[in-house]
């Protein structure tokens, strides 16, 4: 029998009081939804994320696999045929200066994708 799982849901308008629930997202499951974005980040701010990872996305391959085991077994995964659809590319810390800067170097980042 499935066992039925639901993604951790993270309030921006309730942070920092979500912030625990955050870092419990980050740590137990790699990902997290964000409700109430819209009330705290302006649209053209998602606009232009949203912008910036598509752009990463659509570099060629050959660069994409040059973000390799940011955590061991980890960095690019292009899509496969059993997952035509995912993509993934591996970040450890965004919050650490010196990961920020391997993963930009990683894919030669643009100064507006940095």
Known sequence: MATKCSIPAIDLQDF??????????CEEWGCFRLFNHHEVLPL???????????????LPAEIKRQNTDVINGS???GPKVNNPVYEALGFHDMSSLHDVDSFCSQLDASPDQR
């Open 16 to 25: 920092p009081n979500q912030l625990s629930k955050l870092i419990s997202a």
């Open 75 to 77: 960095g690019y995964m």
């Open 44 to 58: 053209t701010l998602i606009s232009e994320m949203k912008a910036v990872v598509r752009s990463l996305f659509d």
